[in-house]
Nanobody, 128 residues
Framework: VQLQASGGGFVQAGGSLRLSCVAS???????IAWFRQASGKEREGLLC????????YYEDSVKGRFTISRDNAKNTVYLQMNGLKPEDTAVYYC???????????????????????WGKGTQVTVSS
């Protein structure tokens, strides 16, 4: 299994970015989640999308601003980020595993949510 995240960049506060995560090697149902890690802080899970396209949010601060979607024909998951704030500046990672449904936010460490497969991160920088 391989995951490749892309789409990061530099944006002004209030702007938008769309990140992509291309997954390869999964042969059955899988969920994909997005995480981020800001400099000097622990990695945190943001939101997840299940095999059937259901979203589970792990981080309240991105609700209403970030959405996740998937195109199974392209094996790609997207993270649409709107209303970006300077505090969203971080390296963003996508991760996945053979979960038909997204892992529950109460049962797993917030830094992994049980995901075993990780892509390299993509930097997002939001200026004030």
């Amino acid at each position: 299994v391989q995951l490749q995240a892309s789409g990061g960049g530099f944006v002004q506060a209030g702007g938008s970015l769309r990140l992509s995560c291309v997954a390869s090697g999964f042969n059955v149902d899988y969920s994909i989640a997005w995480f981020r890690q800001a400099s000097g802080k622990e990695r945190e899970g943001l939101l997840c999308i299940s095999t059937k396209g259901l979203t589970e949010y792990y981080e309240d601060s991105v609700k209403g601003r970030f959405t996740i979607s998937r195109d199974n024909a392209k094996n790609t998951v997207y993270l649409q980020m709107n209303g970006l704030k300077p505090e969203d500046t971080a390296v963003y990672y996508c991760a996945g595993d053979y979960f038909a449904d997204c892992p529950s936010g109460t049962l797993w460490p917030k830094s992994t949510y049980g995901m075993d497969y990780w892509g390299k991160g993509t930097q997002v920088t939001v200026s004030s």
